[in-house]
């Protein structure tokens, strides 16, 4: 009985460990981890290994394209940046999916996905209201984002950093997305 016990209480420790996060970023959409040669992006979700002081070890997962090799994207279509890596090699390749083992600042992590997309979502609410309603992002693909808000941008008046953290929110909350708003 002990011995189920213990199996019990080492799974559980495991599961906390295995907890879901995300990157937060307060301001703009990268959080460049120099020492490490690897940018990782707002609102990418990752699975923590382990924590050691101000640090957090990470691990993402995603897919990398046939001819650069230095960029790990959420989905097959290429489309929603997680990282890029300064030179080959740090992403982890197996056929067209890659891994990524990093160490985070704690600061930069959150357990809550709606914090860790909060700059995206207020844009998009922000901008693309003020003349007609918000459209609810998961009933379109990544691809119809790219047209929809390729042709609305310039009537919302954005900037180009504004337009990143939009489309990136737009393309990780689309039908064909990552993420739900319901997660």
Known sequence: MRFFISILIV???SIGLQAKLYIYIEKG???????????????TPIDKISASGDMVKVKLSGFVGKKDKTKLFATKNLKLLLASAEKPGLIKIKGEKGQLVVN???KSLTSDMEEAWANGSDLFYDKCTKC?????VEHHSMQDWNALFGSMKYKAKTTKEQNVEILRFLRAFAKDGILKESD
């Open 11 to 13: 799974c559980i420790f």
């Open 132 to 136: 007609h309603h918000a459209k609810i």
């Open 104 to 106: 985070v600042p704690k």
């Open 29 to 43: 959409v990268e959080l460049p981890l120099k020492n490490q040669q690897v940018t990782l992006y707002s609102g």
